[in-house]
């Protein structure tokens, strides 16, 4: 089955405590992103990548970081996690970066920093 | 700086009715894609409908349609005749191609359907 899987789904850490969220397609896509998703703003893009070893910046990247050494993988990484980042959090991909193409979403994980 | 307005925070239609969704978006690219995307209770999110923005007819997808009007910046999303399995969030996105791929959501409208 084509699918973008996260783990962990539901996660509640304490400041200060790296994490790491992992997030895997299997569809041989070019694009892979992250969001967090906040009530009343909707979704705000974390990182983005383009293709193996190219990543760039999102809209709300402080705090984070990614990497993307092999195709299907893009693991998010809060190295210090502050109260702020709690959120739900997607990771989502697409066959490329050339937009005419919809973003496929994985389930989603709730982060809860105390 | 670009962004997504979705005006209407939350909505309700009666069942078998039409209802439009509101998106208007800022942006001075000229190429760029308009998504919207259905989010239920259970959390997932669930691509509905795509308009590119060099694309002359609206996009439709069943019961989906979308008004493009490229002069005003606006997406807005219909869906006719409601179903209550449609209620749900409801978020416009565009994605934008120059300085970077990047996609910015709105805040998104919850729409309510009445049986």
């Known amino acids: 089955e084509a699918q973008v899987t996260q783990n962990p789904r539901y996660l509640i850490t304490v400041t200060g405590k790296k994490l790491t969220v992992t997030c895997s397609q299997n569809m041989n896509h070019e694009y892979m992103s992250w969001y967090r998703q906040d009530p009343g703003l909707g979704l705000r893009q974390i990182y983005y990548?383009?293709?193996?070893?190219?990543?760039d910046k999102g809209d709300v990247p402080e705090g984070y970081k990614v990497s993307r050494k092999e195709k299907r993988n893009f693991p998010l990484i809060l190295e210090s996690p502050s109260p702020n980042q709690t959120s739900l959090y997607f990771c989502a991909s697409s066959p490329t970066s050339g937009g005419a193409y919809e973003q496929y979403f994985g389930p989603g994980t709730r982060l809860t920093v105390t | 700086a670009q962004k997504i307005t979705q005006t209407q925070p939350g909505m309700f239609v009666q069942e078998k009715e039409a209802v439009t969704l509101d998106c208007t978006y800022d942006?001075?690219?000229?190429?760029?894609?308009l998504f919207w995307y259905k989010q239920p209770s259970s959390g997932e999110m669930i691509f509905l409908i795509y308009q590119g923005s060099y694309d002359e007819q609206n996009a439709t997808e069943g019961r989906y349609s979308l008004n493009f009007q490229k002069a005003r910046k606006s997406a807005n999303l219909v869906i006719s005749a409601s179903q209550l399995g449609d209620s749900a969030m409801y978020f416009c996105a565009i994605y934008l191609y120059t300085g970077g791929f990047k996609t910015i959501f709105g805040a998104g409208t919850r729409l309510f359907v009445k049986a």
């Open positions: 990548s383009m293709n193996v070893e190219v990543t």
């Open positions: 942006t001075s690219d000229q190429s760029y894609g």
